[in-house]
């Protein structure tokens, strides 16, 4: 990119030359949720649940649908595999204007446009919406659409089947350890391998050392989504104060939250320990919840704050806090200009609130240091998705930086030299 004579470009010219290098720039996409390719293809239970086009609108779309007052009777036929996929559009043709121009009817339009070509959605054009997603889905399809059509290095994965699982295509879906039933307990296959008997609260010790020997090298962080469950508001709690209720808790007795959230607190902390001695970055939902009818706003309003304690509580431990605690980003912004152990990623944002990630990206190059931002992650299980994310998330990218161009905050050449470093730079220093 030649160095240019600012004075002489037009808004139009300084516009086009930003959209062009976030284009060209590869993200490095620090969130997802994709199983392997063949899992996909061999449609597993319960992640696949239909292989038709309705597919690519079953996880944020479908929220949507249902907050718009589409019935879960309607919902079922709709993402079923045995209700024919041409007739499905008529099940959701009325919900679809209410819809379409949101972040997540703006992250299925893009997917269509960016892999079939098909700009409009309507009567005419769901047979051939149908026929291009079974083309599409293919062998080799994976690292067609993430690398060749989104300009993707790579994925962080954070598993829907296994506290961690090795990748069949390792350097394209890089893996996280998913922490939150080795917190709260949850006697199950997904964390609890076969070989473990679980008699006592060393033993559960034991199994969490093993996944990070087994596993901490090859990851490239944890993953906490207790926050749809909890505060985060986690005390140190020695492990002889809260043997009894763990005991209580393997054999099914009744446990009152006081306890329950001593014994979760504690796990925590053994579990933040064993990231931080694997030099393991610790990833942390924040703010809105997807799904619907049950979020707890009083508790997301104290998500910033119980962040920058445990930014406190642990000096050493890298925080990678998403989704900007939305919508109380501007405390985030203030956590992450406070606490040098304070990163913020922006997964999710995009396709939650586009404007308002644009405006986070914003300020957040005006107040932090701007090595501490990740740019995106689509926190999708459907690849194809993947593509209508990252085609949304250069959209906002390049506007938020042409604002900040136009507004003479920084420079065109200020602005093009950061672009690398919150697309991949940071993600390719902060997760070794
Ligand atoms: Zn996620």
Redesign the pocket.
Known sequence: MPRCNENRLSHITIMNTIEEKVLNTPFIDT???LIDESERLSCIEPVIQCDDWTLLLNLYFRFDLASSGMSQEQSNRFFSKTTDPIEKWDIIKSHWPYIKNTASGFVFRNTVKTLYNIENISDSSIKELQTCYESTRQKGFYRHIIQDIANIKHCHV?SPIRAFRKSESPDLLFQDIALDGLITVSNIPFYVPEHFKINSLSDWHLMIDWWFSEYGQIAKGV?I?LAYFRRLDFEKAEAKSVEAVFLRKINSQPVEWSDEKLLQDHLFWYCIDKATEYGLPVKM?TGQY?MNNIMDMHRIKNNPSDCALLCKKAPDTRFIF?HLSYPYYEEMLSLAKHFSNAYIDM??SWSLNPLAAKDFLKKFILTVPNNKVFTF?G?DVIVENVAGHATLARKGIAQAINELVTDKWITLNEALELVEDIMYRNAEKVFK
């Open positions: 969130h997802e949720h954070h993953k989504g939902h997807a998403f997964c999710w992650g926190d």
